[in-house]
């Protein structure tokens, strides 16, 4: 019962990452019925930025006083304004032209190829090989004890499960309580009724672009301190996430936070219980399942395309 609590525990923390990353999958859906395939490459970029931007606050003066703890929280808005201004340039080099035109393969292929254009550049910038995080959290295991279990958990994974709530309850109350986060729910259920309404839907558009990338980057700094840091860090986890997004739903957002759960938690226990070999099928069958059996996903919402 201990080690199912455990393994529990860490698919929540997986998951919610993949939770968060499908998240910016699902803000980009909304408002456009564009994806940022360059997701992944978001994430490790943040990741990226945040090393260097923690590296150096703590190696100044500043360090000898605050320590790595008030290092990364310094280093956390940092990294969120270099994820939104990324996004931006997502938007107007490889989307903008191609929702205009119409084409479908157009902003698919462009965000592709900016993804694959951001990891060259990490990869000249920061090298190929993998970087240790240093992490703002005692790195020792904690024990939880629940009376009939009791299981060791790291407190990073207690941060990821919180910041990861965190920021998109963040985004979500800014959606709903802002008048610019009312013109994006309001593009979001009707672009070209919101436009004549006076709303910017280009605008809103490349919002939920740096949204959306903004949420990648903190992942990436949620993530990196228990794992290695590299440009090839969020390729593995954007396409995940993306299989999260389809899982749940990509016009639900509370969908794709609990398909990100299901994901992480069936990885670890088929990771353990039967072998991690074999840790990825689960996730890809259900994702089969979910395309066979209701392509809108768990959570999503059919469409009726008029023509």
Do not use: C
């Amino acid at each position: 019962m201990s080690i199912l609590f455990q393994l529990i525990f860490s698919g929540i923390s997986v998951g919610m990452i993949y939770g968060v990353i499908a998240f910016g999958y699902q803000l980009t859906f909304a408002t456009s019925k564009t994806l940022n395939f360059g997701q992944g490459e978001a994430l490790a970029l943040g990741a990226l930025v945040g090393l260097t931007a923690i590296n150096f606050i703590f190696g100044t003066i500043w360090g000898t006083y605050i320590g790595v703890g008030w290092s990364y929280l310094l280093m956390i808005p940092l990294v969120l304004v270099f994820g939104f201004l990324q996004g931006t340039v997502v938007e107007r080099l490889g989307v903008r032209q191609a929702i205009t035109i119409k084409s479908e393969a157009g902003w698919i292929m462009s965000t592709i190829a900016l993804g694959i254009i951001f990891k060259n550049l990490a990869e000249n910038i920061w090298g190929r090989d993998g970087l240790k995080f240093p992490s703002p959290l005692p790195e020792a295991a904690m024990t939880v004890n629940l009376g009939f279990a009791e299981f060791r958990v790291q407190p990073m994974e207690l941060a990821i499960i919180f910041g990861a709530l965190a920021i998109m309850l963040a985004v979500e109350f800014f959606n709903r309580k802002t008048v610019f986060g009312k013109a994006v729910i309001a593009t979001a259920n009707d672009r070209e009724a919101a436009g004549l309404m006076g709303i910017n839907t280009t605008r809103v558009i490349s919002f939920s672009y740096a949204l959306s990338s903004l949420t990648a980057a903190f992942a990436g700094v949620l993530v990196a301190p228990i794992t290695l840091t590299g440009a090839t860090m969020g390729v593995v986890l954007g396409l995940k996430a993306f299989a999260v997004a389809i899982i749940g739903g990509l016009s639900s957002g509370m969908g794709v936070v609990v398909g990100g759960l299901i994901l992480g938690i069936t990885e670890t226990l088929t990771g353990y219980y039967i072998s991690s070999g074999y840790r990825d099928v689960p996730g890809l069958i259900l994702l089969l399942l979910v395309l066979a059996i209701k392509p809108s996903g768990l959570f999503g919402r059919a469409t009726i395309k008029k023509l």
